[in-house]
Nanobody, 115 residues
Framework: QVRLVESGGGLVQPGGSLRLSCAAS????????MGWYRQAPGKQRELVAS???????NYADSVKGRFTISRDNAKNTVDLQMNSLKPEDTAVYYC?????????WGQGTQVIVST
């Protein structure tokens, strides 16, 4: 069992930055692939960025060059640095831990990009 707790969301102006953090507890963190997803009102949840056990990263086209995912296996955390934020980045952001056959989610943190 893995418990995920996100933090760092909030209100930011367009062009600004936020750093989301996800703290994991429970099972062996380093054995999980980790990801950040988001869900905007009326839309499906989508993958934003992922990082596997080896540190290989993957990003949605919409955030490439602006967002950076990183993990610290010693601290059991995965972060998402978000720069040059746009109004279309507004969503609830969820942390995910995946290791076949297990799939765990955090409760989400709200990000609002607005003037």
């Amino acid at each position: 069992q893995v418990r995920l707790v996100e933090s760092g969301g909030g209100l930011v102006q367009p062009g600004g930055s936020l750093r989301l953090s996800c703290a994991a507890s429970g099972s062996i963190f380093s054995s999980f692939a980790m990801g950040w997803y988001r869900q905007a009102p009326g839309k499906q949840r989508e993958l934003v960025a992922s990082i596997n056990r080896s540190g290989l990263t993957n990003y949605a086209d919409s955030v490439k060059g602006r967002f950076t995912i990183s993990r610290d296996n010693a601290k059991n955390t995965v972060d998402l640095q978000m720069n040059s934020l746009k109004p279309e980045d507004t969503a609830v952001y969820y942390c995910n831990a995946y290791r076949v056959p297990s799939d765990y989610w955090g409760q989400g943190t709200q990000v609002i990009v607005s003037t």
